[in-house]
């Protein structure tokens, strides 16, 4: 089955559900979306075992996060996630105190798939989605000082693993981090990223001069799926 049949599928079944049922509601959405993955036809999102690891690590930050960049959007269900997190740690004026989610996707399929979930949701107000290879979405808001030195305070790569090393020396470069950013990355057990584990594991240090901690938290998924996502904290930005 094509992304788009897929898609269209998705959208029907979350139809079958009545929209107040859903609307404002991101973690309803999310699981009526994990529901249809699970019982309906597979889809490549980020699963509630490993949101759950995602979320306590997020609440448990010293400093409260307002600014997260998402790399690889696809149908949005971690965008969803980080949104309803911000609005939960932030409440409902969570755009008024700054907090922004920005999510990079390069399929305009997805693109508008995703932005429907995130105003059915509730999100629009935070969440914007960026069309377009991730490394010039980043860019391009950089330059328009959309994101700041030190103003990023997670960033979550589950784009295609061959890019995170990359993006994440983006990140370095920029200077986007402050001291306790974190940097998550999905499926780094498989299909695997082991360029990006071995620098966040030899604790950073490339050109950025940026420094880690990290540590693999292994996830509830099913035997013979990805089940890894690897959290790592800046020590120095
Ligand atoms: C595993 S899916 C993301 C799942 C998503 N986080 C979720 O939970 O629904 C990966 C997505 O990354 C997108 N992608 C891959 N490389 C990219 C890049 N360099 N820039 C932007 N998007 C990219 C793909 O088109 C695909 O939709």
């Known amino acids: 089955m094509t992304t788009d049949n897929r898609a269209h599928l998705l959208c029907a079944y979350i139809a079958e559900h009545p929209r107040e049922s859903l609307q404002n509601k ?21 699963r509630g075992s490993k ?14 996060p307002r600014v997260i960049l998402d790399f690889g959007t696809y149908i949005g269900n971690s965008v969803l996630g980080w949104g309803a997190i911000l609005k939960g740690l932030h409440g409902p004026d969570a755009a008024a105190q700054g907090c922004r989610v920005y999510t990079f996707e390069l399929d305009p399929g997805m693109v508008r798939l995703a932005s429907y979930l995130v105003q059915l949701a509730g999100l629009d107000d935070i969440v914007h989605v960026l069309e377009g290879p ?48 974190l940097a998550i990355a999905d499926n780094t057990d498989m299909p695997g990223a082991p360029q990006y584990l071995q620098h966040v594991r030899a604790g950073g240090a490339g050109p950025g001069m940026v420094r880690y901690e990290t540590r693999s938290y292994e996830s509830t998924a099913k035997k013979g799926r990805p089940n890894i996502i690897e959290i790592s904290t800046v020590i120095e930005p």
Not at 31 to 44: L, P, R, Y
Not at 143 to 163: C, K, L, N, P, T
């Open 26 to 46: 991101p973690w309803a959405l999310i699981a009526v979306i994990e529901e249809f993955v699970n019982t309906k036809s597979q889809m490549m999102i980020f």
């Open 134 to 181: 991730a490394s010039e979405s980043l860019k391009r808001l950089y330059e328009e000082g959309q994101i700041a030195r030190g103003g990023v305070d997670m960033v979550f790569f589950d784009h295609w693993e061959r890019h995170y090393l990359a993006d994440l020396l983006l990140c370095e470069e920029l200077r986007i981090f402050r001291e306790g950013s």
């Open 51 to 64: 949101m759950k690891i995602a979320r306590m690590a997020l609440e448990s930050m010293p400093v409260k």
